[in-house]
């Protein structure tokens, strides 16, 4: 099959490599010059591990290449994906549909012969008939079928996600619409795959109603959490008390700083603002929304508490700035909320991420950079882990403790043992685990 992938970013770049290496011949266009020109030399705008390889196996295999103009890939395509972005829409938290309508023109004006739209971009129900209207307006009597196919993959683990889903939703009613779907996707069939067909209405509403459902699972979690703390109970264990009941699943129940991400925050304020308009609020993801957007500048008062109740003249080092690991995206990302509350009680702070100083440099301001660990936490008065990468999991504490001038640590994902800390010598702060009184 031919396809063709309108925006390169996070999910157009995986979803276009992934279905590359499906052998489908696949062009993946976007509107930043700057970024097709890096990709046609080979390299990667965004980290997400394994995309390297897979994007230089393909473009050498002739099955992948990259256009700012999508003329060529949309007229000779057998489906046209847009993947563009879709953020909040600035004042109100409506989703942003302009990118998406701005494809759907460009499509419109040059496809030819029966072409096959898919909306995998996140976009509010009704999105694909609006959709289906500019393609009809501006070229009357095409032939054409607009799809909802909604992405579910996670940044940091996409690659995997993309090739080996737990489910393949694809909202439709045409048949041979159906039908050029099932051919796209009939590699990951012999995988078992479960592709579910439904309205096109009904698509677009799983995908929000699936984000909004697993930010509801960890905002539970966080509130229990600070429960544990108060009445001396330990959150991980009762993760895992409730966890191992299949009813509900031991996924998503990581106490932590509250969620992030290019996803979660946006998703959910557009479901509430879609909701509101229906005349149905959805007041427990509204609360939801509220309670997450407290809890971050909450985790700053930990630290401040943790440093005796001022952080004023006193340095603190971050140590990851990611909104989770093995990603180098900020966007709504914990520490960002986190750093300025610090900043704005007169802590100087400096910072490591594995991935992510280079995003982060454009959106914070007046924080230190390190170039590992140890730099970032030598001369600390405090640490506060934000990020749970991998690198950070095994320091060697002794060492930590030398380099802090004095050996306090915040922990906001519990990746330690809070006895072991405290047998070391660190006043050791995590999320939830309260000490019986
Ligand atoms: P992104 O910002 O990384 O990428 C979007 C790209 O589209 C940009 O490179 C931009 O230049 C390009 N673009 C915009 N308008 C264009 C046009 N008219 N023609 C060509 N290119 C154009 O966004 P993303 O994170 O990949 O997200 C894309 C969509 O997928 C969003 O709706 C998002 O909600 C959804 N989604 C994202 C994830 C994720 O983990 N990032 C997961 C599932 C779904």
């Known amino acids: 099959m031919r396809v063709a992938m309108i925006g390169s970013g996070y999910v157009g770049l995986v979803s276009g490599a992934c279905f590359a290496d499906f052998g489908h011949v696949v062009a993946c266009i976007d509107k ?5 020109a890096a990709l046609e030399r080979g390299e990667i705008p965004i980290y997400e ?3 390297s390889e897979l994007v230089a196996k393909n473009m050498r295999e002739g099955r992948l290449t990259f256009a700012t103009d999508l003329t060529e890939a949309v007229r000779g395509a057998d489906a046209v994906f847009i993947a563009v972005g879709t953020p909040s829409r600035r004042g109100d938290g409506h989703a942003d549909l ?3 309508y701005q494809a759907a023109r460009e499509i419109a004006a040059v496809m030819d012969g029966y072409t096959v739209v ?3 971009s996140t976009v509010p129900v009704g999105t694909g008939d609006e959709v289906e209207r500019i393609l009809r307006e501006t070229r009357p009597g095409a032939n054409f079928a607009v799809v909802s196919n909604p992405e579910f993959l996670r940044e ?6 993309f090739k080996r889903p737990d489910r393949i939703v694809i909202g439709t009613d045409d048949p041979r619409a159906r039908e050029v779907m099932a051919e796209i996707y009939r590699p990951l069939y012999l995988n078992q795959a479960p592709l579910l067909f439904t309205g096109r209405r009904t698509a677009e509403v799983i995908k929000y109603a699936g984000n909004a459902f697993l930010a509801t699972k960890i905002t539970f979690i966080n509130e229990i959490a600070d429960l544990c703390e108060q009445v001396g109970a330990d959150v991980q264990e009762v993760a895992r008390g409730i966890g191992l009941d299949n009813r509900i699943g031991a996924k998503f129940l990581h106490a932590g700083p509250g969620f992030g991400g290019s996803c979660f925050p946006k998703d959910t304020l557009a479901l509430i603002k879609t909701a509101q308009d229906a005349g149905t609020p959805v007041r427990i993801v509204e609360t939801v929304a509220a309670v997450n957007d407290q809890r971050k500048r909450a985790m700053a008062r930990k630290v401040i508490a943790a440093c005796g109740g001022t952080v004023r003249g006193k340095t603190v080092a971050v140590l990851g700035l990611t909104f989770k690991p093995n990603t180098d995206d900020m966007r709504e990302a914990p520490s960002l909320s986190i750093i300025t509350a610090l900043q704005d009680v007169g802590a100087s702070v400096k910072a ?16 230190t950079y390190c170039t590992d660990a140890y730099a970032c936490v030598e001369g600390a008065d405090a640490l506060v882990i934000v990020t749970e990468w991998d690198a950070f999991r095994a320091l060697d504490l002794d060492r930590v403790k030398r380099l802090l001038k004095t050996p306090v640590v915040v922990d906001l994902r519990n990746i330690y043992r809070p006895e072991d800390m405290t047998k070391r010598g660190f006043t050791y702060v995590g999320v939830g685990r309260g ?3």
């Open 156 to 161: 940091g683990a996409a690659i995997s996600d």
């Open 435 to 437: 000490r019986a009184p």
């Open 98 to 100: 302009s990118y998406v």
């Open 32 to 36: 930043d010059p700057a970024k097709i």
């Open 49 to 51: 591990p394994g995309l």
């Open 352 to 367: 490591y991420d594995p991935e992510g100083m280079t995003q982060a440099k454009t959106l914070l301001d007046g924080v």
């Open 118 to 120: 898919v909306t995998k």
